[in-house]
């Protein structure tokens, strides 16, 4: 994960280890402990890290004070699949095979809402970073939600895709574009008007768009780093 505005990547290691980074030296910043070894995601700013256990309990932690806010819980009846902060909206997404999005306030752990997404599940999960869009990805493709207020969701974009193999789901840092790289294809939505404005083929596996918006990291199946 880059953090925004920064020249710093965060990793995760399988045990229990968080890494920072400056791509500038290659030389690393900091080393923080976490609740858990299979850390799901980490806030924009570094401060929170979810981690999961057994597939379905989710710890939510703040890695600068220790502080844990959510502890082995279970947001969803069957596995958890994805989750994502928002910093600015003070607000945790989880996403379940249950078919179910929940959205939870981080100042007082109440849950503020639940989108049904997918009834075969829901794979990935990403806040857009600055407008209250929340794009979501499954079986049946990818569902852009307008979540303000957050007694009204409306459905603001569908796009349907035979979606086997679901990678990644990520905005642009300025929220103004889309990315959901499905196999080997990264596809890219316009948040304007919902257009899809380009697709790339990349390795199959995870990416991510670097903090400037000018390349995409990936790391593909055989664990190889590429750019």
């Known amino acids: 994960y880059f953090l925004p505005n920064t020249p710093i990547l965060a990793t995760a290691r399988n045990n229990n280890t968080l890494e920072f980074w400056d ?84 100042r007082d752990r109440s849950q503020e809402a639940l989108i049904r997404a997918d009834d075969n599940g829901v794979n990935k999960v990403a806040f857009s970073p600055n407008e209250t869009l929340l794009a979501t990805m499954g079986s049946d493709g990818v569902h852009v939600y307008d979540y303000r207020p957050i007694f009204n969701i409306i459905e603001r974009y569908v796009f349907s895709l035979s979606i086997d193999e679901p990678n990644a789901l ?41 903090a400037d918006g000018t390349h995409i990291i990936g790391v593909d199946t055989q664990g190889s780093i590429y750019s």
Do not use: C
Request: aromatic residues 8%.
């Open 23 to 106: 791509v500038r030296t290659g030389n690393r910043v900091e080393l923080l402990t976490t609740a858990n070894n299979q850390i799901l995601d980490i806030s924009d700013d570094g401060t929170y890290v979810i981690t999961r256990k057994d597939d379905k309990l989710l710890t939510l932690q703040n890695v600068r004070t220790g502080e844990i806010l959510f502890d082995d819980y279970q947001p969803h009846l069957s596995s958890l699949n994805d989750t994502d902060i928002s910093i600015p909206e003070n607000l945790m997404a989880t996403a379940g095979a249950d078919g179910v999005v929940k959205l939870f306030d981080l």
């Open 170 to 210: 990520y905005f642009s840092l300025d929220g103004s574009l889309l990315f959901a790289h499905v196999g080997d294809t990264l596809h890219v939505w316009s948040m304007k008007n919902g257009i899809e404005v380009a697709n790339y083929t990349l390795p199959d596996g995870d990416s991510i768009i670097t």
